[in-house]
Protein backbone atom coordinates (compact mmCIF):
# COMPACT_ATOMS: atom_id res chain seq x y z
CA UNK A 1 0.00 0.00 0.00
CA UNK A 2 3.33 2.58 0.70
CA UNK A 3 4.08 1.88 -2.76
CA UNK A 4 0.38 3.22 -4.01
CA UNK A 5 1.27 6.38 -1.74
CA UNK A 6 4.79 6.98 -3.05
CA UNK A 7 4.22 6.61 -6.94
CA UNK A 8 1.13 9.35 -5.99
CA UNK A 9 4.05 11.91 -4.66
CA UNK A 10 6.29 11.37 -7.47
CA UNK A 11 3.77 11.38 -10.48
CA UNK A 12 3.17 14.73 -8.78
CA UNK A 13 6.34 15.84 -8.52
CA UNK A 14 7.46 15.06 -11.67
CA UNK A 15 3.81 16.95 -12.65
CA UNK A 16 4.40 20.04 -10.84
CA UNK A 17 8.27 19.82 -12.26
CA UNK A 18 7.09 19.82 -15.96
CA UNK A 19 4.74 22.44 -15.58
CA UNK A 20 7.37 24.84 -14.03
CA UNK A 21 9.92 23.97 -16.57
CA UNK A 22 7.44 24.99 -19.11
CA UNK A 23 7.10 28.15 -17.31
CA UNK A 24 10.55 28.50 -16.97
CA UNK A 25 10.72 27.99 -20.94
CA UNK A 26 7.72 30.12 -22.35
CA UNK A 27 8.99 33.45 -20.42
CA UNK A 28 12.72 32.79 -21.98
CA UNK A 29 11.34 32.59 -25.59
CA UNK A 30 8.69 35.93 -24.75
CA UNK A 31 12.09 37.46 -24.16
CA UNK A 32 13.38 35.80 -27.14
CA UNK A 33 10.61 37.40 -28.97
CA UNK A 34 10.89 40.65 -27.32
CA UNK A 35 14.24 41.15 -28.38
CA UNK A 36 14.01 39.51 -31.61
CA UNK A 37 10.83 40.89 -33.62
CA UNK A 38 11.71 39.68 -36.59
CA UNK A 39 12.02 35.95 -35.90
CA UNK A 40 8.75 35.65 -34.35
CA UNK A 41 7.67 32.80 -36.24
CA UNK A 42 10.59 30.32 -35.17
CA UNK A 43 9.52 31.30 -31.99
CA UNK A 44 5.91 31.02 -32.24
CA UNK A 45 6.68 27.23 -33.12
CA UNK A 46 8.83 26.70 -30.02
CA UNK A 47 5.97 28.32 -27.76
CA UNK A 48 3.45 25.79 -29.80
CA UNK A 49 5.81 22.66 -29.16
CA UNK A 50 5.72 23.71 -24.78
CA UNK A 51 1.78 23.35 -25.33
CA UNK A 52 2.03 18.93 -25.27
CA UNK A 53 4.57 18.70 -22.89
CA UNK A 54 2.06 21.23 -20.22
CA UNK A 55 -0.38 18.89 -20.70
CA UNK A 56 1.77 15.91 -19.99
CA UNK A 57 2.59 17.60 -16.83
CA UNK A 58 -1.13 18.33 -15.56
CA UNK A 59 -1.81 14.98 -16.53
CA UNK A 60 0.77 13.65 -14.54
CA UNK A 61 -0.17 15.85 -11.75
CA UNK A 62 -3.91 14.76 -11.82
CA UNK A 63 -3.01 11.10 -11.92
CA UNK A 64 -0.73 11.24 -8.54
CA UNK A 65 -3.81 13.04 -7.15
CA UNK A 66 -6.00 10.27 -8.11
CA UNK A 67 -3.53 7.78 -6.92
CA UNK A 68 -3.47 9.87 -3.38
CA UNK A 69 -6.84 9.96 -2.98
CA UNK A 70 -7.82 6.23 -3.73
CA UNK A 71 -4.98 5.63 -1.15
CA UNK A 72 -6.39 7.84 1.82
CA UNK A 73 -10.21 6.43 1.10
CA UNK A 74 -8.93 2.22 0.89
CA UNK A 75 -6.67 2.59 4.26
Not at 16 to 32: D, E, G, H, R, W
Not at 37 to 66: C, T
Amino acid sequence: MHYFFISGIILIFIGISLIFFVIYNAFKIKKMINENQNQNQKNNLRLQKLLPLNLVGLFLSFIGMMILILFFILS
